[in-house]
């Protein structure tokens, strides 16, 4: 089902009762999620993502907007009128009850002609466990249950009624570092084999990345960009985005536009077509630095710390009087990493990993290399 | 490794023999006291050992009366004390403005000393040569017929006395489960609301198994406390209990070692392991009772 979200403000009042100015949790949020998609809520702690969703799912209402699941408004119905399954971010299973019984609890609920028999709940429980293969485990308590397998019954519970969207709240961050890739991959899988148009919140940019067709980064209760993953790691609209996707984080140095090069310290780093002159931030991906011997033209030569040998790649940290940060991290090849004796390292810039953002608003500046 | 052996004795010994002179050998006293017949504190003597003093408590028609009281009131008190404090705690984790006034005025009683609360109930019961207490001027308010609820029949006193040991237990009650409503965590409720749970199903299925070590916990201690019951009989019926009929089992032990100056301590000793015996029944009965039904 398509969920449209229009201008949502979510307003809390201030927990300190001298402030009278209200919290705002959600700003005027705007957007479009497509049916049958798989979508990341992500942003860091207290961006207003869980409350978005909590939206979504009627547990809050707006003070103002409106939700539109398909062509229904849905603003002010209850969350059991809305078809929504919602996973919490710590299960909340009810801890007496058996898998089964858990899975069974909202069948429960159906009354009138919808009511099932024993023998139907019991099919659809089999049937939910085995989509999310627990179907072994329906006689246990959630307590004998590893965190993984507990998850899975939080997500076969809301996946019984055949809800027509699935909410999940931070599903991965009570995993382990392995089950987490594991888990992921199956949510995955999940959201393919029933189509159920997804939400999932997190603050795990990777974790968003990896399996959703479409993330929404928001910060301070404001939609920053919405896009597929890859386009919006590749273009980041503001110094934000491109901070908050990607890891190790992109580098981002006090830098200078001037006659046509972008400047670093003193040293002109890249040619480019514009010839304003602004002070801007330079962000350059981990991945965009290339080992230069120091010979070349538009080279960044930075103070070595210390290089991390990683197999595949290897991690070159260094330190530049410019930068923002404490230190540099660059991944380089380990193929091509020759002489690190010296005290100096330099580099050259691939043009498509290095970004402009304005000093002041930290908006992307969009340029040409020349 | 002997050394050490000895040590872990050494440092258990002030609490060893602490407990020892002042639990264990009363105890045991108290069980050989039992077998010895007329023994007298006095004398130090006694007539024989026995099954005597058993059968002449089993027979005395005050210990008689003392147990039935005892039964009756364990038996209407603790149930609805437990069910009127969960009705209550509900009531008060879901209301917001005033909770804490509220909180307030149902712990009151628990602060109270229970001769106050006595001379409140007085004032509220008893009647005297000015009044008949405020319950009767509401009995007659509405038309009915004054009640001696202090020295009159067995039921009227029988209702103060329940309505006392019920209202003395509830603060207890009510703070117990408040906390415990409080501790079930708010996700369980947004889970249930999402799937659209009725709020009897959520309290049947939910809170209620989530505190229900609670519930059970106060239920054994209601019991073995109620069966413990004295004090706030005296300080509704003053210390004749006998004679006013509502002597509690307790209290016969008491009026056995303390009353006719001296005292009949094999008489106390046989009472008071029958006590023993029936709260250790009713609790162990509890606690199975209770491993069925508390989850996890």
């Known amino acids: 089902m398509k969920i449209v979200l229009d201008h949502l403000t979510k307003r809390f009042p201030n927990r300190n009762k001298k402030i009278k100015e209200d919290v705002i949790a959600v700003d005027d949020v705007t957007f479009e999620i497509p049916d ?29 907007g409106r939700i539109f699941f398909g062509d229904l408004d849905v603003t002010v119905l209850a969350p059991e009128n809305r078809g929504v399954g919602l996973v919490f971010q710590n299960y909340a299973l009810y801890p007496h009850l058996t898998v089964e019984q858990n899975i069974t609890f909202p069948l429960g609920n159906l009354r009138g002609k919808d ?17 999310v293969q627990i179907d072994q485990l329906l006689e246990r308590k959630p307590s004998e249950l590893s965190g993984g397998q507990q998850q899975r019954v939080a997500i076969a519970r809301a996946l019984v009624k055949t809800p027509s969207v699935l909410l999940l709240d931070e599903p991965l961050s009570n995993l382990d570092a392995r089950l987490r890739l594991q888990t992921r991959e199956e949510l995955s899988r999940i959201q393919k084999s029933t189509g159920i148009t997804t939400i999932f919140v997190t603050h795990d940019q990777e974790e968003a990345m990896s399996i959703s067709d479409m993330i929404v980064v928001m910060k301070d209760g404001a939609i920053h960009q919405i896009g597929k993953p890859q386009e919006v790691y590749d273009s980041p609209v503001n110094l934000f985005v491109a901070k908050f996707l990607g890891t190790p984080p992109i580098n981002v140095f006090n830098g200078e536009m001037r006659d046509g090069k972008v400047f670093i310290g003193e040293e002109a780093v890249l040619n480019i077509k514009s010839t304003e002159n602004r002070k801007v931030y330079v962000g350059i991906r981990p991945e965009g630095f290339v080992l230069a011997s120091g010979k070349e033209a538009n080279v960044l030569t930075c103070d070595l710390v210390r290089v991390e040998v990683m197999g595949r790649d290897t991690s070159v940290v260094s330190k530049h009087a410019a930068y923002t940060g404490a230190t540099i991290r660059s991944i380089i090849p380990s193929e091509d990493v020759a002489d690190t004796s010296s005290d100096k390292v330099h580099f050259t810039l691939k043009p498509k990993k290095v970004y402009l953002f304005d000093a002041e608003t930290e908006e992307t500046i969009d340029f040409e290399v020349r | 490794m002997k050394q050490n052996k000895y040590k872990g004795w050494l440092y258990l ?58 039964f009756i009131i364990v038996i209407i008190t603790v149930p609805f004390s437990t069910a009127l404090a969960l009705l209550i705690s509900l009531a008060l984790s879901s209301i917001k403005p005033l909770r804490n006034m509220f909180q307030t005025i149902y712990f009151l009683p628990y602060v109270t000393n229970t001769l106050a609360v006595g001379l409140v109930f007085m004032v509220l019961f008893k009647k005297t040569e000015y009044s008949d207490g405020m319950v009767n001027l509401l009995i007659k308010a509405f038309g009915g017929e004054a009640v001696d609820f202090i020295d009159g029949p067995y039921w009227a006193k029988m209702f103060v006395m329940c309505l006392y040991t019920i209202w003395i237990v509830l603060p207890f009650k009510i703070l117990i489960l408040t906390s415990a409503l409080a501790s079930v965590k708010e996700d369980y409720y947004k889970a249930a609301r999402v799937d659209g749970t009725r709020p009897a199903r959520i309290f049947f299925r939910i809170t209620l198994p989530m505190i229900s070590p609670m519930i ?56 008071a392991l029958i006590l023993f015996a029936v709260v250790f029944t009713i609790t162990c009965i509890n606690l199975m009772a209770s491993k069925k039904n508390v989850h996890y």
Do not use: W
């Open chain 1, 115 to 131: 009511k099932l028999t024993k023998e139907q709940m019991h099919d659809k429980a089999v049937e939910a466990a085995k989509l």
């Open chain 2, 216 to 271: 059970f916990y106060l239920i054994i201690t209601g019991f073995i406390g109620a069966f413990k019951a004295y004090s706030d009989e005296v300080a509704l019926f003053g210390t004749d209990l006998n004679a006013a009929g509502m002597n509690t089992m307790v209290g016969y032990v008491y009026d056995m070692l303390y009353g006719n100056s001296g005292g009949y301590p094999s008489f106390a000793s046989a009472a």
């Open chain 2, 13 to 70: 010994l002030p609490a060893i023999l602490f407990l020892g002179v002042f639990m264990v050998y009363p105890l045991i006293d108290v069980v050989v006291y039992s077998f010895e017949e007329g023994f007298s504190f006095v004398t130090q003597t006694k007539v024989g050992t026995g099954l005597y003093n058993f059968r002449y408590v089993l027979h005395d028609t005050y210990f008689v009366q003392a147990l039935k009281n005892t």
């Open chain 1, 36 to 64: 049958g998609k798989l979508i990341g809520l992500l942003g860091p702690s207290g961006c207003g993502k869980s409350t978005t969703l909590n939206l979504i799912s009627g547990l809050e209402t707006p003070s103002a």
